[in-house]
């Protein structure tokens, strides 16, 4: 299959490729990151997947807008439903893009992640290939959770510390938060 893939951020993205790239797919990548913040962390985690794609061959969509102002509208009423907005938001960019542009299927590298929900993904990435007439390729990444930390590293990558939104950064630093 021709699968065009959401590029969380380069250290998801390496077991997802490389295993996807082994079953015979054409993997193509889509960064659409408007979660991210501060626009500091946006930058590099945008820098280091232009680092990763050079590195691997891997054609890239940028999309650099950074749209924080939409996500924070879309979640400050409702904080604790954030992920849920942030995967359909980011998974319906990409599969409308992926059906446009004539790919097979889509998937996300969200999905390698052992800190995300994956059945929650699996159920809007279904539900999105229905609208858009196109293959959600769910398969389950986190085996490779080890490899993937040990290649970033040796790819000299930055790796982040936090999911990327305003909230997952309170809750990776605030110690207080929640007591």
């Known amino acids: 299959m021709n699968l065009l893939i959401h590029v969380c951020c380069a250290n998801c993205a390496i077991i997802p490729v490389k295993i ?7 993997v193509s990548g889509l960064f659409f990151n408007h979660n991210i913040h501060p626009y500091q962390e946006f930058r590099r985690r945008l ?8 590195q691997v061959e891997l054609p890239m969509d940028y999309r650099e807008e950074y749209s924080l102002d ?10 604790d439903w954030r992920c849920d907005y942030c995967y359909r938001s980011r998974l319906e960019e990409t599969a ?11 998937t996300t590298s ?9 059945e929650r993904i699996r159920e809007i990435g279904e ?11 769910y398969q389950d990444f986190r ?15 930055y790796r982040q510390q936090y999911c990327g939104c305003i909230y997952s950064e309170r809750d990776r630093y605030c110690p207080t938060h929640g007591n």
């Open 110 to 118: 969200l999905l390698y992640s052992r800190y995300q929900q994956h």
């Open 143 to 157: 085996e490779g959770w080890r490899e993937g930390i040990d290649k970033s590293k040796a790819m000299g990558l």
């Open 20 to 26: 996807l790239r082994q079953q015979n797919h054409t």
């Open 47 to 54: 820098d280091t997947v232009r680092k990763y794609a050079g």
């Open 70 to 79: 939409e996500f924070l509208r879309n979640v400050a009423d409702k904080p």
């Open 127 to 137: 539900s999105l290939a229905c609208v858009h007439g196109i293959s959600f390729v």
């Open 96 to 106: 409308r893009t992926a059906a446009t542009e004539g790919f097979d299927g889509f």
